[in-house]
């Protein structure tokens, strides 16, 4: 049995709609998988009775301390190791859950995995955030989507090699084609450490195919689509206003195609994104998830856990010889 350790009191509507989505999680997915809540244990607790569960597929760790989304991710880890975002990950690093979820501070949670689980190889010096977007030809990822700021052109090649395997593991894209996000197709163009990014994805041991545009990137032109964690974060958010606004003008048009589009373009339905290159399975959720969105959380660490994927990703990147 697969367990999940939930962190109760990340986002910005916790612990009310993280609880109801981890209940909404294990009543849909029956026998699949159990989590556990980690928090303020009373807390946790009521919540659970307000909602009138009574099962045995959820579990409370009490994790009393606070983490707050400006708080600075390395003075977390020295001085909030009893907060749920910490707790999340040392239960997975004890091996007594399989995956760790927080839709609390991202920062925090990306330097807990990667200090607390490890690296899959020493060349990954920062994990991005491999996360699966909607396109007009299917899912592709877009690395990094947020975990990190002013990297150097080698990182952005590390992110394409991760994505890549990911893309391969995960959405199943024989040979993904590796796009690098620019403000035009040519091979000057762009900032200096894109120009150098382009020329060293040249040799890389990926499916290199240039330079993209952002209609290239709603296009599908590529499977896996590079920048830095700052654009990738823009991006992603772009996205996901652009659903917003769509649902506001037109809601949700009742036939085949508007229901497909309503699926595919609600980031909710996401859950969360996957940090590559991590010995474990550590998600990070929109601070602003609702309960739905918190279920689908649950639901991708499930899915990413029973598929092995960091594993999968381990042994692929070991496999690439000039990585």
Not at 18 to 32: D, R, S
Not at 47 to 71: C, F, H, Q, W
Not at 194 to 220: C, H, M, S, W
């Amino acid at each position: 049995m697969i367990r999940i350790a939930l962190d109760a009191m990340g986002g910005d509507h916790a612990p009310s709609v993280v609880v109801e989505g981890a209940v909404q999680a294990v009543l849909k997915n029956a026998g699949k998988f159990q989590v556990v809540l980690c928090g303020p244990q009373a807390q946790v607790e009521a919540e659970l009775k307000r909602l009138n569960y009574t099962g045995d597929a959820i579990s409370v760790v009490d994790a009393p301390e606070l983490v707050a989304m400006d708080d600075h991710p390395t003075e977390v880890l020295k001085r909030k190791q009893n907060s749920g975002l910490v707790t999340c990950v040392a239960l997975q690093k004890k091996g007594m859950v399989q995956a760790s979820v927080s839709a609390g501070n991202s920062g925090a949670m990306m330097a807990s995995c990667l200090m607390i689980l490890g690296r899959q190889t020493d060349r990954f010096t920062r994990p991005p955030i491999g996360c699966s977007v909607p396109t007009r030809k299917g899912r592709v990822v877009l690395v990094d989507a947020g975990a990190n700021v002013d990297e150097k052109a080698p990182m952005l090649v590390d992110f394409a090699i991760a994505g890549s395997v990911f893309a391969e593991c995960y959405l199943g894209h024989t040979n993904p084609k590796v796009g690098l996000l620019n403000m035009g197709e040519e091979e000057k163009k762009g900032p200096a450490v894109i120009q150098e990014t382009y020329q060293l994805l040249k040799e890389a041991p990926v499916n290199f195919i240039g330079n993209i545009e952002g209609r290239d990137f709603i296009a599908g032109v590529a499977d896996v689509v590079v920048c830095s964690g700052f654009t990738g974060n823009i991006v992603l958010k772009m996205l996901e206003g652009f659903y917003e606004l769509h649902q506001e003008f037109f809601g949700t048009i009742d036939s085949p195609a508007g229901k497909k589009f309503a699926e595919m373009w609600d980031y909710r339905n996401t859950g969360g994104a996957l940090l590559l290159g991590l010995n474990g399975t550590g998600i990070i959720a929109h601070g602003r998830s609702d309960a739905q969105a918190i279920e689908q959380a649950v639901l991708v660490a499930y899915q990413f856990a029973a598929q092995q994927v960091p594993e999968k990703i381990g042994q692929k990147l070991a496999g690439i010889k000039d990585l």
